[in-house]
């Protein structure tokens, strides 16, 4: 398994898991907050990225 698909499994199960959102703005910050809380358990650094949707190529 690709290791983003297994930190996936992982946030599902742990972070997301049980939980209902109003919309997907919620999800998408459910998600965020699970991948930091993720970070500190494991002690490592989380980082966000905003990819330039704007951008042709």
Do not use: C
């Not at 049980?18 to 998600?31: C, P, Q, R």
């Amino acid at each position: 398994m690709n290791p983003i698909e297994l930190e996936w499994q992982h946030l599902k199960k742990d972070e997301l898991a049980s939980k209902t959102f109003e919309d997907e703005l919620d999800l998408a910050y459910a998600v965020i907050d699970g991948i930091e809380r993720r970070g500190e358990k494991g002690n490592y650094s989380t980082q966000r990225v905003r990819f330039n949707s704007n951008s042709s190529s």
